[in-house]
């Protein structure tokens, strides 16, 4: 019995011996802030679409891949392409359709020629708002869908696209 209240007699005084320690080594605050105040985001920010082509043309429709969230007044956007990574043997012609579906009906991007491997595409000239040049957007949430089509599909191997999406914040002045 004295063994356990010696040991918690000890025990108390290391805790109050930290404790002290503690209270001289607290006194100082280091806050660290990284800002990064979205005003639109789009949820997945990555999202993979996997195509395997088997045959000379055809069409893949992805529903609701991803929700695209617009936050403040201001905000347009334009889904851009990025250069392929090509792989094999390949001709190609793809094109795409973006739906966004809001709150106030629906919005249809349409992406002719997106790519063109050792095939011509031609393509309107037209400019097309949401991919050569920025689409407003009231605030709120949109489902984002995405039609694929391809055509004058040949050879063998693998090609990687990537589709960004640009948020351009207008600031209205006073």
């Given amino acids: ?3 356990k209240l010696a040991l918690a007699v ?3 005084l290391v805790g109050a011996a930290a ?3 503690a209270a001289v080594t607290a006194g ?3 806050v660290k802030m990284r800002v990064d105040v979205p005003r639109a985001e789009l949820s997945p920010d990555t999202i993979e679409i996997p195509l395997d082509i088997d045959k000379p043309e055809g069409r893949e429709v992805l529903a609701e891949v ?3 969230r617009v936050y403040g007044e ?5 889904f851009k392409t990025l250069e392929p990574d090509v792989q094999g043997s390949v001709s190609l012609i793809a094109g795409a359709t973006i739906t966004l579906e809001g709150d106030e009906g629906s919005t249809v991007i349409h992406m002719p020629c997106i790519l063109d491997i050792n095939v011509g595409c031609i393509r309107p000239l037209a400019i097309i708002p949401g991919y050569d040049a920025p689409l407003p957007l009231n605030p709120g949430e949109y489902k984002v869908s995405i039609e694929i089509a391809w055509s004058s599909a040949s050879g063998k191997g693998e090609v990687n696209l990537p589709i960004t999406i640009e948020y351009i914040v207008e600031e209205r002045q006073p």
């Fill in 19 to 21: 404790l002290s320690i």
């Fill in 74 to 78: 201001g905000v347009a956007v334009a």
């Fill in 66 to 68: 991803a929700v695209l």
């Fill in 28 to 30: 100082q605050f280091l």
């Fill in 1 to 3: 019995m004295k063994g």
């Fill in 10 to 12: 000890i025990i108390a």
